[in-house]
């Protein structure tokens, strides 16, 4: 085989290490965050290596659901969370 070949192998095995090492590694939170905006509601779960992380996550998922327009998402994302269930 030819030298770049192997390279490439090399690399995609390299990726694939670690994509799966921080799949598995350490403990994840997991939370529940339910945001109201504009008078609707949402609640979406999301997992993280901190708790800042997966609210933030969760926050940004659910204004995904509840906003139009980037200007709507941003003022979503800042409105505090109707509440925070940490699983």
């Not at 994509?19 to 008078?39: A, N, W």
């Not at 327009?69 to 109707?82: K, R, S």
């Amino acid at each position: 085989m030819k030298k770049t070949v192997w390279i490439a192998i090399a690399f995609v095995v390299v990726f694939l290490l670690f994509v799966v090492s921080t799949t598995f590694q350490g403990d994840r939170v997991g939370v529940e965050v339910c945001m109201v905006f504009r008078g609707q509601r949402d609640c979406r779960k999301a997992q993280a290596k901190d708790l800042q992380q997966a609210v933030r996550t969760a926050v940004t998922n659910a204004c995904a659901q509840l906003a139009s327009g980037i200007t709507d998402l941003g003022q979503c994302e800042n409105t505090p969370p109707e509440s925070v269930t940490q699983r």
